[in-house]
């Protein structure tokens, strides 16, 4: 499995992190390793946003709220699947 190097940019209060600092923008590779002093999380069903209790989770973990946990990757199987025309699919 080969990792690509992609340059992201969010639009979100926590926007300010995703910078190293040296000012260079991080790949999302840098930005889902975590350090040897963190667990590498899995997010599985974190739910609408802005209501769910795993996005308000996911949000701290990016806010580095919880400097132990590195948020590597999220699942969301009902909203990236049959919920994504639901109630709270168009804001996921």
């Known amino acids: 499995c080969q990792r690509k190097n992609l340059s992201i940019s969010f639009t979100s209060p926590i926007n ?3 910078q190293s600092k040296n000012n260079k923008k ?3 590779v840098e ?3 975590p350090s040897e002093n963190q667990a590498e999380v899995i997010l ?3 739910g609408c946003p802005l209501r769910g209790m795993g996005w308000y ?3 701290q ?3 580095n709220e919880c400097p132990s946990a590195k948020l590597c990757h999220i699942v969301e199987p009902w909203f990236l699947g049959g919920g994504a025309d639901g109630p709270g699919g168009p804001e996921f």
């Open 31 to 33: 930005l889902a390793t």
């Open 26 to 28: 991080l790949t999302m």
């Open 44 to 46: 599985i069903g974190c």
């Open 16 to 18: 300010n992190s995703l």
């Open 57 to 59: 989770h996911a949000v």
């Open 61 to 63: 973990m990016l806010g």
